[in-house]
C-alpha cells in the first residue's frame, strides 16, 4: 500500500502510517483519565494527533523525535485534520525510508536566492552593501536560510518558506519606497533582510518542524541581533573601518520592533520611519501568505467560505468561482 503523506489525509481516513513524534504531552481529560497529545509529522507537514486512555508507559515509551507507527483514523475537527490513534508505538529508524522525512523546499529556493542576492547588491551605501556581502559568502548560514521554515504553524510555515518571506518582504520595498522619499531606501531592504534571521537557528527542520532549545528560551528577535553583531565585526574587519553606530542601532532597531506591539511580542515600538514601514510590510505578507494557505488547504470544498477559523475569529471567503474550480479539479481527477 503506497505512504499517504500528512497533507493528503481526508477525513475518516484510515491510518496505519510512520510519522515523527514531537511535542507529546500527557494530559488528563475533565473525568481525570490520561490523553496522550502530540504532534506528527513527515515531508509534507504537521498534524496533530491524540491517543485515548493513554498513561505513562505509552507516553515513555518514545521520546521527541523518533519514528512512529500510528494506527487510528484521520478527522475533520474545527476546520483542521488531525488524528485520533488507536495504537501508537516506536520503529526501529533501519524500518524507516528516510526519504519520506527528508524536508522538501515548497518554493523555487534557487530563484529565490538569485532574487534576494540581486536586490542587496544592488544597495548603494557602502558600509550596509560590505554589511550584506559578509551574509551572503557565509556557506554555511545560505545553506540554512535556504531550508529555514519562517514559523511552525502560521505564516509561511513550510521548508524554504523563510527564504520566501524574506524576498517578498524585499520586493514589496522596491515598490513602496519611490512613494515615500522620506524612507532610507538601502536602510528598510537590509532590515528586510535581516529581521527574521534568527529563525534560521530558532527553528530546526530536520524531521519536521519544532523549535529549538535556543529558539525556546530567547527567541528570534534577540538571535537576530545577536547575528548582526558578529556580522559587523565581520564587515568592520573586511571594510578596514567601523561601521557608523547609528547605522547599527538602527538596523537592531527595526529587528526588535519589527512586530509593531507589545502585545506581539515586540520589546520595542517602531519608533523609525524604517521601523515603522518593516512592521506593516511584514504583516501584509504573513497575513496575505496566512490567508491563501487557509483558503487553499481548506476542507470545505463544495463552500466558498472556509471552515471557521479559532484563531483569525472569522471564516475567509474564497470566491463561488473559486470554490467551483476546486469542485471540478476534483471531478477531473
Same mark, same amino acid.
Request: some cysteine; charged content about 25%; aromatic content about 6%.
Given at each position: 500500500?503506497?505512504?499517504?503523506?500528512?497533507?493528503?489525509?481526508?477525513?475518516?481516513? #484510515?491510518?496505519?502510517?510512520? $510519522?515523527?513524534?514531537?511535542?507529546?504531552?500527557?494530559?488528563?481529560?475533565?473525568?481525570?483519565?490520561?490523553?496522550?497529545?502530540?504532534?506528527?509529522?513527515?515531508?509534507?507537514?504537521?498534524?496533530? @494527533?491524540?491517543?485515548?486512555?493513554?498513561?505513562?508507559?505509552?507516553?515513555?515509551?518514545?521520546?521527541?523525535?523518533?519514528?512512529?507507527?500510528?494506527?487510528?483514523?484521520?478527522?475533520?475537527?474545527?476546520?483542521?485534520?488531525?488524528?485520533?490513534?488507536?495504537?501508537?508505538?516506536?520503529?526501529?529508524?533501519?524500518?524507516?525510508?528516510? *526519504?519520506?522525512?527528508?524536508?522538501? /523546499?515548497?518554493?523555487?529556493?534557487?530563484?529565490?536566492?538569485?532574487?534576494?542576492?540581486?536586490?542587496?547588491?544592488?544597495?548603494?551605501? /557602502?558600509? &550596509?552593501?560590505?554589511?550584506?556581502?559578509?551574509?551572503?559568502?557565509?556557506?554555511?548560514?545560505?545553506?540554512? &536560510?535556504?531550508?529555514?521554515?519562517?514559523?511552525?504553524?502560521?505564516?509561511?510555515?513550510?521548508?524554504?518558506?523563510?527564504?520566501?518571506?524574506?524576498?517578498?518582504?524585499?520586493?514589496?520595498?522596491?515598490?513602496?519606497? #519611490?512613494?515615500? /522619499?522620506?524612507?532610507?531606501?538601502?536602510?528598510?531592504?537590509?532590515?528586510?533582510?535581516?529581521?527574521?534571521?534568527?529563525?534560521?537557528?530558532?527553528?530546526?527542520?530536520?524531521?519536521?518542524?519544532?523549535?529549538?532549545?535556543?529558539?525556546?528560551?530567547?527567541?528570534?528577535?534577540?538571535? @537576530?541581533?545577536?547575528?548582526?553583531?558578529?556580522?559587523?565585526?565581520?564587515?568592520?574587519?573586511?571594510?578596514?573601518?567601523?561601521?557608523?553606530?547609528?547605522?547599527?542601532?538602527?538596523?537592531?532597531?527595526?529587528?526588535?520592533?519589527?512586530?509593531?506591539?507589545?502585545?506581539?511580542?515586540?520589546?520595542?515600538?517602531?519608533?523609525?520611519?524604517?521601523?515603522?514601514?518593516?512592521?506593516?510590510?511584514?504583516?501584509?505578507?504573513?497575513?496575505?501568505?496566512? $490567508?491563501?494557505?487557509?483558503?487553499?488547504?481548506?476542507?470545505?470544498?463544495?463552500?466558498?467560505?472556509?471552515?471557521?477559523?479559532?484563531?483569525?475569529?472569522?471564516?475567509? $471567503?474564497?470566491?463561488?468561482?473559486?470554490?467551483?474550480?476546486?469542485? *471540478?479539479?476534483?471531478?477531473?481527477?
Amino acid at each position: 500500500m503506497p505512504r499517504r503523506y500528512v497533507n493528503q489525509l481526508s477525513h475518516q481516513e #484510515p491510518i496505519n502510517q510512520v $510519522f515523527v513524534a514531537s511535542d507529546k504531552q500527557l494530559r488528563p481529560n475533565r473525568n481525570g483519565n490520561l490523553y496522550l497529545q502530540l504532534e506528527l509529522s513527515d515531508r509534507t507537514g504537521r498534524i496533530a @494527533a491524540r491517543l485515548w486512555n493513554a498513561n505513562e508507559t505509552v507516553y515513555k515509551s518514545f521520546q521527541n523525535g523518533e519514528y512512529v507507527r500510528v494506527e487510528g483514523t484521520a478527522q475533520l475537527f474545527q476546520g483542521a485534520m488531525q488524528i485520533i490513534a488507536t495504537k501508537l508505538h516506536r520503529v526501529d529508524p533501519e524500518e524507516v525510508d528516510e *526519504a519520506d522525512f527528508t524536508p522538501v /523546499p515548497a518554493v523555487a529556493v534557487d530563484k529565490l536566492v538569485v532574487r534576494m542576492t540581486e536586490m542587496l547588491r544592488s544597495i548603494d551605501d /557602502p558600509e &550596509l552593501k560590505t554589511l550584506a556581502e559578509c551574509f551572503l559568502i557565509d556557506e554555511q548560514f545560505m545553506a540554512k &536560510l535556504a531550508m529555514a521554515p519562517a514559523g511552525t504553524k502560521n505564516h509561511h510555515a513550510y521548508h524554504g518558506g523563510l527564504l520566501e518571506h524574506i524576498v517578498n518582504v524585499m520586493e514589496v520595498v522596491l515598490r513602496v519606497c #519611490p512613494c515615500y /522619499p522620506q524612507i532610507n531606501r538601502d536602510l528598510l531592504l537590509m532590515g528586510a533582510f535581516l529581521h527574521d534571521l534568527g529563525k534560521t537557528s530558532e527553528l530546526c527542520c530536520e524531521h519536521g518542524v519544532s523549535y529549538t532549545d535556543e529558539g525556546q528560551l530567547i527567541g528570534h528577535l534577540v538571535m @537576530a541581533v545577536e547575528m548582526l553583531d558578529a556580522k559587523i565585526a565581520e564587515a568592520e574587519k573586511l571594510a578596514g573601518e567601523p561601521i557608523a553606530l547609528e547605522t547599527a542601532l538602527r538596523l537592531k532597531h527595526m529587528i526588535l520592533s519589527h512586530h509593531g506591539e507589545y502585545a506581539f511580542g515586540s520589546p520595542k515600538l517602531p519608533m523609525t520611519l524604517e521601523a515603522v514601514a518593516l512592521a506593516f510590510l511584514d504583516n501584509l505578507d504573513a497575513k496575505i501568505n496566512t $490567508f491563501c494557505q487557509l483558503m487553499k488547504e481548506d476542507p470545505n470544498v463544495d463552500s466558498p467560505w472556509t471552515t471557521y477559523n479559532a484563531n483569525l475569529e472569522r471564516k475567509l $471567503f474564497k470566491g463561488k468561482a473559486d470554490a467551483g474550480a476546486v469542485k *471540478a479539479d476534483e471531478n477531473a481527477n
